[in-house]
């Protein structure tokens, strides 16, 4: 439906204010709400005004249609259109005078009128005049308009005629203190959003200071635990070699002899001494790797001879009748270049616990090469009691054991897992554990066969020093971790794992890597939340985090990621992903998506 409602001549500049009046009027009549009655009346009286000035005169017109505009998507409510023309000598430079920029009584009248309408379309040629057609759409909340409807507003338009022009100033006037106070309410609510956003500001730095301290503190903790422990068991050390070396003299009867009783419990306080200079052992050693302080001796060596010398230490040992040990290569295996003595203890604390949890069958080690790889994977699968999946995690923390039957008449100290876990981590490596309650357990071993990086963990290295980068992966799922590091090479990288988020600040603080791959859906704290605290703490600010989630970009957020230096989804991990994803690490700014080229 096409409907013109009104029609007026313009010639004087007391048409500008009648001709405000009526678009006053239509537009009240259309159902427009008041703020859109003055843009109309307003867009009016500029267009109409430079009409008379400009061009002499011409005509306006009020129309109500329903049929498409050009360069407009098609809507369900109708449109006023309202469409000036005048007889004039044109526009020159029209896409001048309708741009933003500049100046000029002309050209701001159609800027305006082009910014409080919905559609404005301009037609104008030398000599031959202008013609300007504006648009807006009539309120969703407004009735569908029928022929006669539309007739009857047009004779409301021909009763009701122009007021007097003191009349509409005074309206202006109206409105004009209307949008002031409506300025004004709008500043006060500016004001107020302006101070609680300086509030909360204030808020978050507070929580960063509050993280700055906890953190130092932790540090502090930290450095005074190592001390305190690293003094104990050195003060350790000289009791309990006392407590061993006169047991040994009662036991070799070099005083006398013994009774069998005797000999009974001086057998139990040798074993007891024992189980504590392991302990003092474990400790020492603990504290050396996070203090940085524990020194690799590589050298080159077999598995062959590896195996021959642990065959060896096990076998005077009372292994249980039921149990047997063996020993098994599979495949040829290369000379290794590492710490034949850290290697060999992790293995010897491997075997250890699965003798310790296996009451009959088999405990078999095993080393392969793995595939595609340059490294070594030794094995220990025994066929004990296993560990159920939820204590996986566990084990592997200090001074903690599982609960079990054989819990009663086996002891431990439970560091021998958390211990060897860290010295793999020392020689390029990891620990990755395989169980299921009930039936039997495997524990793996990987190293590289070739250790480039000499420096002890903890140790901030210069890159311009350190053969290898210092990679950290932050995930709790192990699955995720071993395939992650299976695509990063071992002989260019030094693989640290966390497998939670304030695990992984932890090892960020310590270890200083050169770069984080970080898991977003993590139990313990959501990934996000632990790159805004590496961010805020001043020692790892600066290191390159990559996120690595199954979350899409579009899920994760722009703003909240924006910290991270990368992304690398898990749904595509490949070397070729994973070599990309850290060449972009070092490009700052937006996040970038490892499969993008």
């Known amino acids: 439906m096409n409907r013109s409602l009104l029609r007026l001549d313009l010639a004087q500049d007391r048409d500008i204010v009648a001709a405000r009046q009526r678009a006053r009027q239509v537009s009240a009549l259309l159902g427009f709400d008041s703020q859109d009655q003055v843009r109309i009346a307003t867009a009016v009286s500029e267009l109409v005004r430079n009409a008379i000035r400009h061009a002499g005169g011409g005509t306006i017109e009020f129309m109500l249609t329903e049929a498409p505009v050009h360069g407009v998507a098609p809507q369900a409510n109708p449109l006023l259109q309202i469409i000036i023309s005048d007889n004039g000598p044109g526009i020159a430079n029209l896409d001048d005078a309708i741009s933003d920029s500049g100046g000029g009584e002309l050209k701001l009248g159609l800027v305006a009128a082009r910014r409080l309408m919905d559609t404005f379309d301009v037609y104008s040629g030398k000599g031959r005049g202008t013609t300007i057609t504006l648009g807006k759409f009539l309120p969703r909340r407004t009735e569908g308009f029928t022929p006669m409807r539309a007739a009857t507003i047009v004779n409301q338009l021909s009763a009701s005629g122009t007021a007097d022009p003191t009349a509409e100033i005074q309206q202006q006037n109206r409105d004009l203190l209307r949008s002031l106070e409506e300025l004004r309410l709008r500043k006060e609510e500016l004001a107020h959003l302006n101070a609680e956003l300086e509030d909360t500001n204030r808020g978050v730095m507070a929580l960063y200071a509050e993280l700055e301290e906890r953190a130092a503190h932790l540090r502090l903790a930290d450095e005074t635990k190592t001390r305190f422990l690293s003094a104990v068991s050195h003060e350790f050390r000289t009791p309990v070699n006392s407590i061993l070396a006169l047991s040994k003299i009662l036991l070799h009867r070099l005083d006398g002899e013994l009774s069998?009783?005797?000999?009974?419990?001086?057998?139990?306080?040798?074993?007891?001494?024992?189980?504590l200079s392991t302990m003092v052992d474990d400790l020492l050693d603990l504290r050396k790797v996070e203090s940085g302080k524990l020194q690799l001796r590589v050298e080159k060596f077999n598995v062959t001879d590896l195996f021959g010398a642990l065959r060896g230490m096990f076998k005077p040992l009372s292994i249980k009748d039921t149990v047997s040990l063996s020993f098994e290569e599979i495949g040829a295996l290369p000379d290794l270049y590492s710490d034949q003595g850290k290697v060999s203890q992790i293995l010897r604390n491997l075997i250890s616990n699965a003798l310790k949890f296996t009451e009959a069958g088999t405990v078999r080690v095993t080393a392969k090469l793995a595939a595609d790889t340059d490294m070594i994977v030794f094995s220990v699968a025994d066929t004990g009691i296993g560990i159920a999946a939820q204590?996986?995690?566990?084990?592997?923390?200090?001074?903690?054991?599982?609960?079990?039957?054989?819990?009663?008449?086996?002891?431990?100290?439970?560091?021998?897992?958390?211990?060897?876990?860290?010295?793999?981590?020392?020689?390029?490596?990891?620990?990755?554990?395989?169980?299921?309650?009930?039936?039997?357990?495997?524990?793996?071993?990987?190293?590289?066969?070739?250790?480039?990086?000499?420096?002890?963990?903890?140790?901030?290295?210069?890159?311009?020093?350190?053969?290898?980068?210092?990679?950290?992966?932050?995930?709790?799922?192990?699955?995720?971790?071993?395939?992650?590091?299976?695509?990063?090479?071992?002989?260019?990288?030094?693989?640290?794992?966390?497998?939670?988020?304030?695990?992984?600040?932890?090892l960020a603080r310590q270890s200083r890597p050169d770069l984080i791959f970080l898991d977003l859906a993590m139990p313990d704290v959501h990934g996000l939340e632990v790159l805004k605290m590496l961010k805020a703490i001043e020692e790892t600010r600066p290191i390159p985090v990559i996120l690595f989630t199954s979350q899409r970009p579009d899920d994760i957020g722009e703003e909240q990621a924006v910290a991270a230096s990368g992304l690398l989804l898990k749904s595509e991990l490949s070397r070729e992903s994973v070599a990309a994803a850290i060449r972009r690490a070092s490009s700052p700014g937006e996040i970038h998506h490892a499969s993008q080229t």
């Open 391 to 506: 204590n996986h995690r566990h084990i592997f923390d200090e001074f903690t054991q599982v609960e079990n039957p054989l819990q009663k008449s086996v002891k431990g100290t439970g560091l021998g897992l958390p211990l060897s876990q860290k010295l793999a981590g020392l020689l390029g490596g990891t620990i990755d554990v395989a169980s299921e309650l009930g039936k039997g357990s495997v524990f793996s071993l990987a190293i590289p066969v070739r250790l480039q990086s000499l420096a002890p963990l903890g140790t901030p290295v210069p890159a311009e020093t350190r053969s290898a980068q210092r990679v950290l992966i932050v995930d709790d799922s192990e699955i995720e971790r071993y395939a992650l590091r299976q695509f990063l090479s071992s002989s260019t990288y030094e693989v640290i794992e966390a497998t939670g988020g304030y695990d992984g600040l932890r």
């Open 260 to 275: 069998a009783e005797q000999e009974k419990q001086v057998s139990y306080i040798r074993q007891a001494a024992e189980q």
